[in-house]
Structure formats: structure tokens, C-alpha cells
């Protein structure tokens, strides 16, 4: 089992409309989460960290579930620039250095 | 304006031939990190620095070399013994704090010629 999984899409949606994405991990003992975007043959760039209590930041919902060890993102109202690859990302680490470890990443396709 | 900077942006490689990637911050970060990043897979970590003249291998250090004689400098030697380097090739880096994410660099993307 991958230590984060997430499902590769593509997830092809209109304008407007409300998507989301989940992403599962296998470490109990992960500390913090966090959302990136990466657009093609680009860096990847920080959406958003994920806390316990839930976060919104403008359009965007991020959830964390520890019991079920699962992350979500939900993008309302998607514009043509939400369309990019979306990153789930766990620390496992509690302390100093931070042992990232990426998912292979949800493709989001908004189309006119 | 405060970033890491990454260069080349391509970069191209014959048999036998060591290339050297530079990464460069200059946010004060204490720790940095080397990924590489191939078609259809997450990013995977080649190296990373907590502190200047240390350095730990990573998941996939085989064929890789570093050096960290600098807080703000960190590059990434790719040898002649790793033989599949073809890779977009990522710097990070960040604070001591690890509920504080991982900024990144915009890449190299080395290729065998």
C-alpha cells in the first residue's frame, strides 16, 4: 500500500461547478498535511496546510479525518485556472526535519 | 523578493558525464531538500540538509552527490553512476518548524543526450 494515495483523475469538470478530492494515508503517526498545486512542467506550489479543526481559504476547503486517515479538498465555484494537478502531502515527522511524502497527484480539467 | 532560485532550467547530459544542479535561498532557511519528480510518480527525495556542512541521504541517494558549505546554497551533483537521471529535478526548502510547509524552487529538467 503507497503511504499517501490519492485518485489520479482526470477530474473533468464545468465552470462553476463544486469538486472534490481525498486523499488517504497509512501513517497514524503523520503530524501535519498539506494541499499543493502544481501546474504542468511547473514547481509545486502551497494551496494550503491542512489543520485538525478544518480550514477554508477563499474558495477552497481542506478537511482532515484522523480517524480514517484521510485528507480532503473541496474547490466550489471552479474557475478555468483550477485547472492543474493537485498534490496531497503528509510530514510524518514530529520534529526538526520534515519527511515529506507526495501523492502521485489529482488531475483537475475545468472546461468553458 | 525572497525564493529559492534553481538553475539551469535544462540541462542535458552525456555518457559518463557529471552535472552539477545549483539551488539557492535566500529565505534563511535552515533545512533544504533535493526531489526528483518522473512522469506519473510523486515526488521522491534524493538528499537533504538540516544544518551547513551536514547532509543525509534520502529515499533514492544512489547516483547523487551534495554539498552544503553554505546555509543558502545546496546543489546536486548527478554522477555518470546513476544511470537513469532523465528527471525534473526539485530544491526545497524550509524552517525548523514541521507543521510549516516546504517551499520550492522552479526546477531543472535534466535530460541524456
Known amino acids: 500500500r503507497k503511504e499517501v494515495e490519492q485518485d489520479p483523475g482526470p477530474f473533468n469538470v464545468p465552470e462553476g461547478a463544486t469538486v472534490a478530492f481525498n486523499c488517504t494515508y497509512s501513517?497514524?503517526?503523520?503530524?501535519?498535511f498539506f494541499w499543493y498545486r502544481q501546474d504542468c512542467r511547473k514547481e509545486p506550489k502551497l494551496l494550503m496546510s491542512v489543520y485538525s479543526s478544518g480550514n477554508e481559504d477563499g474558495r477552497f476547503t481542506a478537511q482532515l479525518n484522523r480517524a480514517s486517515q484521510y485528507i480532503s479538498l473541496l474547490i466550489r465555484d471552479s474557475k478555468l485556472s483550477d485547472s492543474a494537478t493537485y498534490l496531497c502531502v503528509v510530514n510524518t515527522r514530529n520534529t526538526g526535519f520534515q519527511k515529506l511524502v507526495f501523492g502521485t497527484g489529482t488531475r483537475l480539467l475545468v472546461s468553458p | 523578493d525572497g525564493g529559492i532560485t534553481q538553475s539551469p532550467k535544462y540541462l542535458f547530459r552525456k555518457e559518463g558525464q557529471n552535472v552539477t544542479l545549483s539551488c539557492e535561498q535566500n529565505l534563511n532557511h535552515d533545512a533544504m531538500y533535493w526531489y526528483r519528480q518522473d512522469p506519473g510518480q510523486g515526488l521522491r527525495l534524493i538528499y537533504y540538509s538540516q544544518i551547513v556542512n551536514d547532509f543525509q541521504k534520502g529515499d533514492i541517494a544512489e547516483g547523487y552527490s551534495v554539498s552544503r558549505e553554505k546555509k543558502e546554497s545546496f546543489p546536486l551533483t548527478v554522477t555518470s553512476a546513476q544511470k537513469n537521471p532523465t528527471a525534473f529535478y526539485l530544491c526545497a526548502s524550509s524552517t525548523w518548524d514541521s507543521n510549516q510547509p516546504q517551499h520550492f524552487g522552479d526546477g531543472t529538467r535534466l535530460s541524456i543526450l
Open positions: 501513517n497514524s503517526a503523520s503530524q501535519s
